[in-house]
């Protein structure tokens, strides 16, 4: 792992003696954390054990050493999300393993084809709609019973600021189903609450993770810059969201959408427009 990316230490137990599911979690870039791998790490390290799911084997096995390098426990479970066999199987292996399921962080996502209704293909839109927001669904179907048998537990949907507003990346099927993610946490959040299982949404923003380690150096300087804070958001600022929402510090939150944008979603087009241009007078 590069040098510059925390490195999470297992000393500190706000998840202690807690199971926990972490979806596309495997290691994919030597260079950058995904929000996967670092949310299983840093759940890892407050003293969860983690069961790692990733359709790449090899992915999932580095995430699982690199979380015992670190101390922690883990494991892992090859898994297609968009299969609802596989959606049972990652819950049924938890609980095996180690005997209940306390947290699930739904965090597998993709972007396949971009463009308008217009260019949109259907193969293309039932696979993104598949994997990013049906899988949630199959997954939290199974998940919900074996956390109401362990007393309660927390589920954490990641979604996007793309399904709040439209995006950068102009994915029409994208922005749908992470659109689609925010109804279905606070649909959740109603139907489980007398359950005690809580149901959150976590919006990230403008991250450098390794989904977007491709963009240019022009594309991701204006990330940075159209946000309030003008900082770079990495995959451990959403994992730090993600174990607040897990443990018993967020016990009184549930039903919520949590940006974790650098003030993306509180700013307008008009109120940024000194951070990206030179000279923004004309506009006073």
Not at 29 to 44: D, E, I, L, M, Q
Not at 97 to 114: E, P, S, T
Not at 118 to 129: H, K, Q, T
Not at 263 to 280: F, W
């Amino acid at each position: 792992m590069e040098s510059e990316r925390q490195e999470p230490r297992c000393e500190i137990t706000r998840l202690a003696n807690k199971v926990a599911i972490v979806t596309g979690a495997g290691t994919r870039s030597k260079n950058v954390s995904g929000v996967g791998v670092a949310t299983a790490r840093a759940f890892a390290a407050q003293g969860a054990k983690v069961l790692i799911v990733d359709m790449d084997e090899s992915a999932a096995k580095t995430s699982v050493e690199v979380i015992t390098e670190d101390g922690g426990e883990a494991s892992f479970f090859v898994a297609d999300v968009s299969l609802v066999p596989d959606c049972r199987g990652m819950v049924e292996a938890a609980v095996e393993h180690y005997g209940r399921l306390d947290i699930l962080m739904n965090n597998v996502g993709v972007v396949i084809g971009r463009g308008s209704v217009i260019d949109i293909e259907e193969d293309s839109w039932d696979r993104v709609l598949d994997i990013n927001l049906k899988s949630m669904v199959f997954i939290c179907k199974h998940a919900v019973p074996a956390m109401i048998e362990s007393g309660g537990g927390s589920i954490i949907n990641v979604s996007s600021v793309d399904g709040i507003r439209a995006g950068m990346g102009h994915s029409v099927s994208y922005s749908a189903s992470k659109g689609g993610v925010i109804a279905l946490t606070r649909a959740m959040a109603v139907d489980h609450g007398r359950d005690n299982v809580r149901v959150n949404c976590i919006a990230p923003g403008m991250i450098y993770t390794s989904m977007v380690e491709v963009v240019s150096d022009e594309r991701r300087e204006l990330r940075r810059q159209i946000a309030p804070l003008g900082t770079e958001g990495t995959a451990e600022d959403v994992a730090m969201a993600a174990v607040f929402l897990a443990s018993d510090e967020s016990k009184w939150i549930t039903g919520v959408l949590l940006p974790v944008d650098a003030g993306l979603m509180a700013a307008g087009p008009q109120s940024i427009l000194s951070n990206i241009m030179e000279d923004d007078r004309i506009f006073l």
